[in-house]
């Protein structure tokens, strides 16, 4: 299978580099780091290992693929969508935060599928990625339901031994993710610990309330999400990756943009247009907003 992949960072650098075994990968990503994979190839390395040579290359439009993979960050999600409208591309599947295959959607005249993946990747430095944990991805139709488009691309991961489950209820996957998200990620960013410090006391409270909140939004909008299972999706994760700094802590860090809007931004969004009230992500969004304005992030 013919498969891009736009944003061509660490998740979407790892997926394409075990993809490339088996399949034709174009990674679309920053210079420095496709300068080196067009020269060198590139080296996967830890939990999983193998050198590929994929193509990568800057250029963003005029590609031709049967399968675009989408891991962009969530702000740049219509910037991609609009170099994807310019490229000749059979289907797209985002594994991005946040809520954005809508926008995807809005933009293309192609099939967007759902997808959740909780492999953990590194770029050590141009040209070499590190899985720092094997896990799996999830792949199905945006509205639910089985789909011929989800059941190839599912093929497609699993011939390059990637732990793959194509779902029929991605609507509530996307929601129990993007509660895990929102308990776990501006959480850990704000108080900058890792996530087994929401394990327990006040910082468990308030992930567990933002997941709640976030539980009570997907209802309303028509996903059946219990407050218990976002609840238990917070402390699962947590306890798997009790070491590890989320990725919005690591923006944080690395003073970056991070993707509050698409996360708890996105809770506090849905809930005005219900006239539901989500005290505990309203505030988590307002404070990292606030650090981004402060940092000239915004």
Known sequence: ??????????????????????????????DRHVARVSKTGLDVVGAESGHVTPTATTTETGHDADLALVTVKSFDTLAAAEALAACDVDAVL???????????????????????????????????????????????????????????????????????????????????????????????????????????????????????ETARIARLEGVRLPNRVAREAIDRVVEKTAANHSSMLQDVDSGKRTEVDAINGAVVETAVKHQFEVPTNQTLTALLRAWERGKGLR
């Open 1 to 30: 299978m013919r498969i891009l992949v736009f944003g061509a960072g660490s998740l979407g650098t790892l997926v394409g580099g075990l993809l490339a075994s088996v399949h034709d990968v174009t990674l679309v990503g920053r």
């Open 94 to 212: 985002s594994l991005q935060n946040g809520l954005t295959e809508e926008l995807l959607e809005s933009h293309l005249d192609v099939p967007v599928l759902a997808g959740t993946v909780t492999y953990g990747a590194r770029l050590v430095a141009p040209g070499r990625v590190e899985c720092t944990g094997v896990g799996r991805v999830v792949l199905g139709a945006l509205d639910g339901g089985t789909s011929p488009v989800a059941e190839r691309a599912g093929k497609a991961f699993r011939d390059a031994n990637i732990n793959t489950l194509v779902a029929s209820d991605m609507p509530r996957r996307r929601w129990e993710k993007l509660a895990v998200n929102a308990g776990i990620n501006a959480v850990t960013a704000l108080a900058r610990v890792e996530n087994g410090a929401l394990a327990t006391d006040e910082a468990h409270d308030v992930a567990h309330r933002a997941a709640r």
